[in-house]
């Protein structure tokens, strides 16, 4: 069973920058697919970034390539998500989700954290 758990949501002006942690439990965190989503009430939910790490390849959703970077501290089993330049359209509910499978992109993911929101003010 693996857990996740999301920080670093908050309120931030439009431009600003915000850094999202998932904390991933520790015994099964080696060589799997963790990946950070994002969901507003009524909408789909949408594909932000997925690192793998094993070897941290990192892939992005297409709204926010170039604004976003996902990145790993393996001694400290956490994936963190780096978001600048934030815009009014990306908020939204953040979650964090592992799965033991690779590649990373368009998978079924098991495990999932609670959630942390982020709103962005224009």
């Known amino acids: 069973q693996v857990q996740l758990v999301e920080s670093g949501g908050g309120s931030v002006q439009a431009g600003g920058s915000l850094r999202l942690s998932c904390l991933v439990s520790e015994y099964t965190y080696s060589k799997k697919c963790v990946a950070w989503f994002r969901q507003v009430p009524g909408e789909e939910r949408e594909g932000v970034a997925t690192?793998?790490?094993?070897?941290?390849?990192?892939t992005y959703g297409d709204s926010v390539k170039g604004r976003a970077t996902i990145s790993q501290v393996y001694d400290n089993n956490t994936v963190y998500l780096q978001m600048d330049s934030l815009k009014p359209d990306d908020t939204a509910v953040y979650y964090c989700?592992?799965?033991?499978?690779?590649?990373?992109?368009?998978?079924?993911?098991?495990?999932w954290g609670q959630g942390t929101q982020v709103t962005v003010s224009s």
């Open positions: 989700a592992a799965g033991i499978f690779y590649p990373c992109r368009g998978r079924e993911y098991r495990y």
């Open positions: 690192i793998y790490t094993g070897d941290g390849t990192a």
